[in-house]
């Protein structure tokens, strides 16, 4: 059985770097892996990572998400020009209240996040089409479920889901959504870095002192408690692009199931926003009491597998 190929994108680190590294060293050497970056100057992490399956499952390719001759010159240089699985990954966030974001800010996200996975449908689905196969898979978001201060980067994860809708109609492609919660990597570190430099000038002082005093604080907690690694989710996805029939949605962290819950048994969808408003800004002693309890589960958790390995060694 040939190989399949696989495109990533948003390889130099993170995420992107970890799903590379973990499908190329697939014991059953199911996949050829194409791992892409805006730059390669970036790449010695993954060359580093990817070891032995570099130049054998693995090649590093320069793609740029928001360059359409990019996107071509890399799709051209496959051979056969084929794509069987994409794994959409490249992304930018940005937090904040939204008049503090500037229009060029809000533009870059939504080129990034949803025209560029555009621009690599427009290369890729084509011969899928002819081929009538192909898996397309997009690094999406849990956090959909609340929108405070995400508004532009969720507007870009908002806008994809109903576009893949759309896709469900071709019975030969399979879709697939990966919806992590918060994930430890520099993407994310990035992103909280850059919240605390908000220029807050254009704010309300209630809407300031939310912001600074107990969402940003909220947020770092929370991804202490509930992050998972790059490594977790490339296991995740690399068990959804391995079965007969990958599910449209799959959420990556078990903890977030009583919130998405919440989305889904209430239509009008206030019941997840109200509550997770009450829970930060109104019983933020019992949230952060909660999320330590949790930190603490996942700490003896973690704590028995150790020994438990040790044991067996």
Request: with cysteine; proline share 4%; aromatic share 10%.
């Amino acid at each position: 059985m040939s190989q399949k190929v696989v495109l990533i994108t948003g390889c130099s680190s993170g995420i992107g770097l970890a799903l590379a590294v973990r499908i190329a060293k697939d014991e059953k050497k199911r996949f050829m892996v194409y791992a892409t970056m805006r730059n390669l100057s970036k790449g010695e992490a993954l060359i580093k990572a990817a070891g032995r399956t570099l130049g054998r499952t693995l090649e590093i390719k320069q793609l740029d998400v928001c360059d359409e001759e990019s996107i071509r010159a890399c799709v051209g240089s496959l051979p056969e020009h084929r794509v069987d699985i994409l794994i959409s990954n490249a992304g930018m966030g940005l937090i904040g209240p939204i008049e503090c974001q500037s229009i060029d800010e809000m533009k870059n996200v939504m080129d990034t996040n949803f025209f560029g996975l555009v621009r690599l449908l427009k290369e890729i689905l084509p011969d899928m089409k002819r081929r009538k196969k192909g898996h397309i898979v997009v690094m999406s978001s849990v956090m959909g479920i609340q929108v405070l201060y995400y508004t532009i980067f969720l507007t870009s994860q908002f806008t994809l889901r109903r576009k893949y809708y759309s896709f469900c109609t071709y019975s030969f492609l399979s879709i697939s959504l990966i919806e992590p919660g918060p994930v430890i990597t520099e993407f994310e570190r990035k992103v909280y870095d850059e919240g605390l430099k908000t220029d807050l000038s254009k704010a309300d002082q209630v809407t300031a002192n939310m912001f600074t005093n107990i969402y940003m604080k909220n947020y770092k907690q929370i991804f202490e408690t509930l992050g998972q690694t790059p490594e977790d989710i490339a296991e995740h996805t690399l068990k959804i692009i391995t079965m007969e029939n990958p599910p449209f949605r799959h959420q990556t962290n078990t903890l977030y199931t009583p919130m998405t819950t919440l989305k889904y048994a209430d239509p009008n969808g206030d019941l997840p926003i109200d509550t997770f408003y009450k829970m930060v800004f109104e019983h933020d002693k019992v949230f952060n009491a909660s999320l330590n309890f949790l930190k603490l589960l996942r700490w003896r958790s973690r704590k028995s597998f150790t020994l438990e390995k040790d044991k067996s060694n």
